[in-house]
């Protein structure tokens, strides 16, 4: 899989991952629909499904998506939530995404 495509099925997964997470919170501390809990299911269910998608060790995967998830997390601040990234913010998701590059792009013998 090319290093492109690994980083879109990545954060695609991140944003099933922060879709599903999202609206049980939307339910629960903004007052909306509980309905919000069905796609909530399927957007989580997806996540999952999309993280068996990698060729490569599971625990690898596990490890080297945290980083796409922390960078994906900082843009919903930014787009959804309306908060404006810190140079910190940047910072460490660029420190996330530069593991998560090592971790997945390394050379590895067999």
Do not use: Q
């Not at 990545?10 to 999202?22: D, R, W």
């Not at 990698?54 to 998830?69: I, L, M």
Request: aromatic fraction near 12%; proline fraction near 5%; include cysteine.
């Amino acid at each position: 899989m090319t290093e492109l495509k690994t980083l879109g099925l990545f954060a695609l997964t991140a944003l099933a991952e922060i879709i599903g997470c999202y609206l049980p919170y939307l339910w629960l501390r903004e007052g909306k629909s509980i309905w919000l809990l069905v796609p909530s299911v399927l957007s989580l269910a997806a996540f999952v499904w999309l993280l068996t998608l990698h060729p490569t060790a599971v625990g690898r995967v596990y490890a080297a998506y945290g980083g796409v998830y922390v960078v994906m997390a900082i843009l919903w601040l930014w787009t959804v939530n309306g908060i404006r990234p810190t140079t910190w913010d940047i910072v460490g998701s660029a420190v996330a995404l530069l593991g998560m590059a090592i971790i997945m792009f390394a050379p590895r013998s067999g």
